[in-house]
């Protein structure tokens, strides 16, 4: 198989936005994927008492 028959199989030619509208053009295309993944690795804001009340404290008051 040749370089040009596998990459005309791996193209994304639409993709749906969060409204649930078909998106089929290279710029609407792209703006989907960006905001997918802006969400997918936003830092969320977690509660992280839980954790850190389970590690032992190495440096004391009178340390600092």
Known sequence: MSANARSKGKKVVKLVNEDDVVVTNQEGLCEV????????????????????????????????
């Open 33 to 64: 994927a960006k905001r997918y993944f802006d969400s997918l690795f936003k830092a969320t804001e977690a509660n992280q008492d839980p954790i850190l009340s389970l590690i032992q404290p190495r440096v004391t008051e009178f340390d600092n």
